[in-house]
């Protein structure tokens, strides 16, 4: 049993900046990667940034150049910083950790937190 909770979700104007958090508990033994997912209105979610255990990043390429992951694995949180943020970065934001790998590997989700990007 593993739970996410993401939290720094909100209203902000296009050009500003947010920073979101996720704060992972429960039975977590080795954890392969954390990475966000976004799921605008009305569309599919889709994946937006991943960190691996080495601290490897990887950025979809919509957000790359304006979004940053990072981790701290003393606290088992994942970060997404955003800047430069545009009406279409407008979703609800999930995180995603990897346990394990191979055919090992146990997927989870937290449950979102929403971000506006309005004037």
């Known amino acids: 049993q593993v739970q996410l909770v993401e939290s720094g979700g909100g209203l902000v104007q296009p050009g500003g900046s947010l920073r979101l958090s996720c704060t992972a508990s429960?039975?977590?033994?080795?954890?392969?990667?954390m990475a966000w997912y976004r799921q605008p209105p009305g569309k599919q979610r889709e994946w937006v940034a991943v960190?691996?255990?080495?601290?490897?990043?990887t950025y979809a390429d919509p957000v790359k150049g304006r979004v940053t992951i990072s981790r701290d694995n003393a606290k088992n949180m994942v970060y997404l910083q955003m800047t430069s943020l545009k009406p279409e970065d407008t979703a609800v934001y999930y995180c995603?950790?990897?346990?394990?790998?191979?055919?090992?590997?146990?997927?989870?989700w937290g449950q979102g937190t929403q971000v506006t990007v309005s004037s």
């Open positions: 995603n950790v990897r346990l394990g790998v191979g055919a090992s590997s146990r997927y989870y």
């Open positions: 429960g039975s977590i033994d080795s954890i392969y990667a």
């Open positions: 960190i691996i255990s080495g601290g490897t990043t």
